[in-house]
Each structure stands twice: as structure tokens, then as C-alpha cells.
């Protein structure tokens, strides 16, 4: 799987267009403040909540495997790789099932080439996929450090470059060994 995923890696990269699923922008971070609506939102009714502006939609998976891009800004790699560590510290101490088994399959990679605009590319690579579980990334790190993730919310949007990519998988064949009958 994961030469097939390089295979598939390489020959996207260059080609990476609109006709590919594009997440929504990131959304800040939960604060402990809600913004009053502006005279032209409409006014949240009691079956319809209002929502902080973190309130993104999920970034999720329905193929066996995953990637999402993030071009990052040359000169901001060292505070992108920085979110990254505090994500690793965050999954590893949770408790969620979920965002475990989410953790186990959940590789981040730096190209050796450079991205689109002369940026950093960055992939997380999804093997296996969570189907349907959320790697907005934002929720687990304002969960696990609440304290510090305007700071680190500050940093990832001086880092992006824009544009991510959510690319989802099924696979076709694999070329692993079987193992012999005991």
C-alpha cells in the first residue's frame, strides 16, 4: 500500500487542480467568546444552536486510505512540524478510542521536492483510514492544550500556504506477501 500510496503521491502532486475535493479553509480554534451575530446573520432559534467560529466542518474519510496536502511556507517549517509534535503529544494522551485508532494509521511526510509556489509540501498519509472520523486537527489540540492553542493557531496560519487537499482511497489490489497457512 504505501508504494502504491508514493506512486500515487508523485504523479499527484504536479497535478493537484479544483477537479480534486477541497476541505474548507481551517477555522480558528474554539475561544471562550461567540462573536454576537451582525444584523444581517440569521439569529440562531432555540433548535438551532449557535456556533463558535471553530465550528468546522470535518475533515473525513470514506476510502480505505487517505492524503491530505498542506503547503506550507518555506521559511515557516520549523512552527508547522511544531503543531505537528504538539498533535502526536495530544493523540498519545488521549483517551478517545477513536482518535487511538485514528493515531495509529496517521503519518505526516514532508516532500523532498518542493510544492506548488516553491512551498513545503506536507502529506498526511491515512493508512488505514478512520471512515468517518474527523482529522480536523484543531478539535484534539484545543482538547489537550487549551491553554496554548491561540498560540498555536497563530503559528499554522502564518505557516499555510493554503490550498490543502483531501484525497480519498480505495484499494484496487495490493501486492503484499500471504502469509502461508500454519
Avoid at 160 to 180: C, K, M, R, Y
Amino acid at each position: 500500500m504505501r508504494r502504491l500510496l508514493a506512486a500515487l503521491f508523485v504523479g499527484t502532486v504536479a497535478g493537484l487542480s479544483a477537479a480534486v475535493q477541497q476541505p474548507p479553509a481551517p477555522q480558528p480554534p474554539p475561544t471562550s467568546q461567540v462573536p454576537a451575530p451582525t444584523p444581517t446573520e440569521p439569529q440562531p432559534t432555540p433548535a438551532e444552536p449557535a456556533q463558535t467560529p471553530a465550528a468546522a466542518p470535518p475533515r473525513s474519510f470514506t476510502g480505505d486510505a487517505g492524503l491530505i496536502f498542506f503547503p506550507v511556507k518555506i521559511d515557516k517549517t520549523a512552527d508547522f512540524e511544531a503543531i505537528m509534535a504538539k498533535l502526536k503529544e495530544a493523540l498519545a494522551a488521549s483517551t478517545d478510542p477513536v482518535k487511538r485508532e485514528q493515531a495509529a494509521g496517521w503519518r505526516v511526510f514532508k516532500a523532498a521536492e518542493p510544492g506548488p509556489n516553491n512551498t513545503a509540501l506536507y502529506v498526511f498519509l491515512i493508512d488505514p483510514a478512520v471512515k468517518g472520523g474527523d482529522y480536523a486537527f484543531w478539535k484534539t489540540l484545543y482538547e489537550a492544550f487549551p491553554a496554548e492553542v491561540q498560540q498555536l493557531y497563530r503559528l499554522y496560519t502564518a505557516a499555510s500556504a493554503g490550498g490543502q487537499t483531501l484525497l480519498n482511497l480505495q484499494l484496487v489490489q495490493s501486492f503484499a506477501p500471504i502469509a502461508a497457512p500454519r
